[in-house]
């Protein structure tokens, strides 16, 4: 079980391939936390059209919504302020039903790592992306350029993803 947070949802929706996230996951349904679809809602509401296709995702049924149980929010009072309510909400789920977190936040990996979550981010996802060979490395390449040009999110360095196992 896969649970996506927003900043890679938008991310993959910007650049209109979320398709690369069921396919390096090998999954036909995503999951997110309800302050993650919160997040999305309140994107929609403002106009921004990456939110639109991450709703039509939901109607599909291709993204689906869990909600935290009592334990999941005792968990997450454990958890820093300055993470986002997706965050949290996200993590103690994943915590409960030992689900994959994904999250581009080096914070939230931390705090993953921490308290025993599994979890991943962009650069490992681009990585696979290529190791499994969905995609070429030209390819992974260009996804990275569409990232950089349409979300404004910089890569310090593309050699973790590139690097030879």
Known sequence: ?????????SIFSKIQRLPLLF???????????????????????KGFPFANALMELQTQKRLQTHHPTTADEEFMLSLPDTLGAGERESMAIC??????FVSNERRVMHH???N??????LDEILRAL???KILTESDVRQVITEIETKDSLKFRSTATIFESA
Do not use: H, P, Y
């Not at 079980?1 to 949802?9: A, N």
């Not at 090998?26 to 994107?43: P, R, S």
């Open 1 to 9: 079980m896969v649970f996506v947070d927003t900043d890679i949802l």
């Open 23 to 45: 396919a390096v996951f090998e999954q036909d349904i995503l999951n997110i936390a309800t302050a993650v679809e919160n997040e999305i809602a309140v994107g929609v509401s």
């Open 95 to 100: 915590k409960r039903l030992t689900a994959l």
């Open 112 to 114: 993953c790592q921490a």
């Open 116 to 121: 025993g979550i599994r979890c991943t981010n």
């Open 130 to 132: 290529w190791e499994l």
